[in-house]
């Protein structure tokens, strides 16, 4: 199973980035993809995710509105459009697979290596 988080980046507050997570080595069209991040000195938390079929996201309530998730089976890549960012939003963001849903962080097993998304004041 290999997940590989790309895209991150510094930008400037009420910029946008786009990342992307290939996956490979699993049934990817079968499975709830995930985006979490991870501030300094904070837990890891749950950003966005897509349920196997993409008829279902959920978005945490920081985020509502500025991101969107989407997933191509065709490419086994799920993505994570940001919109007006915030310096609140750096963090390195991960993307893992195999959660139930709704989305729950601790059943997802796999996880990517992460990308880091800096914003700046």
């Known amino acids: 199973v290999q997940l590989q988080a790309s895209g991150g980046g510094l930008v400037q507050a009420g910029g946008s980035l786009r990342l992307s997570c290939a996956t490979s080595?699993?049934?990817?069209?079968?499975?709830?993809i995930g985006w979490f991040r991870q501030a300094p000195g904070k837990e890891r938390e749950e950003v966005s995710c897509?349920?196997?079929?993409?008829?279902?996201?959920y978005y945490a309530d920081s985020v509502k509105g500025r991101f969107t998730i989407s997933r191509d089976n065709a490419k086994n890549t799920v993505y994570l459009q940001m919109n007006s960012l915030k310096p609140e939003d750096t963090a390195v963001y991960y993307c893992?697979?195999?959660?139930?849903?709704?989305?729950?962080?601790?059943?997802?097993?796999?996880w990517g290596q992460g990308t880091q998304v800096t914003v700046s004041s």
């Open positions: 893992a697979a195999g959660g139930i849903w709704p989305p729950v962080l601790n059943t997802f097993l796999s």
């Open positions: 080595g699993f049934a990817f069209a079968y499975s709830a």
């Open positions: 897509v349920s196997s079929s993409g008829t279902s996201t």
